[in-house]
């Protein structure tokens, strides 16, 4: 990113490198840690957390580096003030070590990263997270730790909602009105589980749970989910609108994405804060798109002559998002210039509640994010709350007091929460701290 290149040549000039923790040690952890190591000057990725060390271990093999293995947070300092790269299986002790900038977390959990986080906020360190999960659930109380403390609280960039903030940004300072923020995919089935998807899973080294997750809904449910959180936005109707230009069949000819306009520009309204949502079949994908309005007659007369339309409505777009490959900037960005790429600006907007994959049946376990039982859809905040729905990212691990249809809205009386939970807790503080006092917030 522009600006960012030259602080960071700055940094590595002076010898004064930004010093980076991972949480994870997964896919994109293992892009994210190549990329620090040989494209960026300036930082430098001292030490990462895993359940697993060995994977931890073959991300600083890449480049042919030998971590050394900690035990404790002060076995963790010693390295990271001796230059000596670390790996340890203890989150916390990374998360609260000294000598740190910033926390990269990218481990796709709830309960786990929930802990990791907090500890880093708390002990005054910058967190950049790839977590849509935990962000979608209880994101907005941890911006409000942030601030208490300091520190920078930010999805990354690469990963679409990133993109599509920095997009709303961009298309903001033309003096456009940004009205619809939209992500573009190739699939969408609410119904694909880890065995559909296995054989797809294993081409690319990933979970089959985790790749079910993006062609459920889930994973976009929660992208755009804390793109409304980030600004403002809301959804147009439970699960979003969502238009569906490949009739069902992934390998159909691809939609210019210009084309689309029309099937949102009922539901567009200037004068509110505008909509999240997103289109299957479309081309450029998978990238990302944001709607923009302009009433300024002299204006528009430009955008026609520059080839985007007569307007009102404006389609802006960026073709690609390349994921780890733009991490390192989201870390400069916090570190160098304390800008978020995508944070909540206050309380949840819109949640991300769960919905039964199939015919539930008491005494079921919900098990995965993109698993057998349930499903994610995005719902307004005041909705969820009125319906007493269950956010998704508290399911996990719950289990059902009583049978479910296919296609069911789960609501918290219909499971039993595990007790002594910390995104629980987390959950229940939000609500207390956003929710209006016409509400009634779930107790733990």
């Given at each position: 990113m522009i600006l960012v290149d030259t602080a960071l040549a700055k940094r590595q000039a002076e010898g004064r490198p930004i010093?980076?923790?991972?949480?994870?040690?997964?896919?994109?952890?293992?892009?994210?840690?190549?990329?620090?190591?040989?494209?960026?000057?300036g930082m430098e990725l001292c030490a990462i957390a895993n359940r697993h060390p060995a994977a931890a271990i073959d991300i600083y093999r890449q480049v042919g580096l030998e971590p050394v293995h900690c035990e404790t947070q002060s076995a963790l300092e010693t390295a990271i003030a001796g230059g000596k790269p670390a790996v340890t299986e203890d989150a916390e002790a990374l998360a609260r070590a000294q000598g740190l900038d910033a926390i990269i977390e990218v481990t796709g959990s709830i309960e786990f990263a929930a802990r990791a986080v907090l500890s880093a906020l708390e002990s005054g360190k910058h967190v950049v997270q790839m977590n849509a999960e935990l962000d979608g659930t209880v994101g907005p109380i941890l911006k409000a730790k942030a601030d208490a403390a300091g520190v920078i609280y930010t999805f990354s960039d690469g990963d679409q909602p990133g993109v599509q903030m920095n997009l709303q940004r961009f298309v903001a300072g033309l003096g456009v009105t940004p009205v619809l923020s939209g992500n573009i995919k190739g699939l969408h089935d609410p119904y694909r589980n880890p065995a559909t998807q296995e054989s797809f899973a294993k081409r690319w080294g990933q979970k089959p749970a985790m790749v079910a997750s993006f062609a459920d809904g889930t994973k976009i449910s929660f992208e755009q989910a804390i793109v409304a959180n980030g600004s403002g936005m809301?959804?147009?109707?439970?699960?979003?609108?969502?238009?569906?230009?490949?009739?069902?069949?992934?390998?159909?000819?691809?939609?210019?994405?210009?084309?689309?306009?029309?099937?949102?520009?009922?539901?567009?309204?200037?004068?509110?804060?505008?909509?999240?949502?997103?289109?299957?079949?479309?081309?450029?994908?998978?990238?990302v798109f944001v709607l923009g309005h302009l009433e300024h007659p002299r204006q528009r007369h430009y955008l026609e002559l520059y080839k985007m339309g007569k307007g009102p409505y404006y389609c802006f777009y960026t073709p690609y998002h390349l994921c780890h490959f733009e991490v390192p900037n989201s870390v400069a960005r916090a570190v160098l210039f304390n800008d978020a790429v995508l944070a909540p600006q206050s309380g949840p907007r819109v949640g991300v509640v769960a919905m039964a994959k199939k015919a539930l049946s008491e005494g079921e376990t919900i098990n995965d994010f993109g698993g057998f039982e349930v499903y994610g859809v995005a719902e307004n905040m005041d909705i969820v709350r009125r319906e007493n729905l269950l956010p998704i990212g508290l399911a996990l691990g719950c289990t059902l007091r009583r049978p479910l249809e296919k296609d069911a809205p789960l609501t918290f009386d219909d499971v039993t929460i595990p007790p002594g939970r910390l995104v629980d807790r987390?959950?229940?503080?939000?609500?207390?701290?956003f929710a209006t006092p016409t509400t009634n917030p779930k107790p733990f």
């Open positions: 010093r980076v923790g991972m949480i994870g040690a997964g896919f994109q952890a293992s892009g994210i840690g190549l990329q620090i190591m040989t494209a960026t000057p809301q959804v147009a109707r439970r699960g979003m609108l969502g238009p569906d230009f490949s009739g069902g069949d992934p390998g159909a000819p691809l939609v210019p994405i210009e084309q689309t306009v029309a099937a949102f520009e009922e539901h567009l309204d200037p004068t509110k804060p505008g909509l999240v949502d997103y289109v299957v079949g479309a081309r450029p994908g998978p990238g987390l959950y229940a503080e939000q609500e207390q701290l």
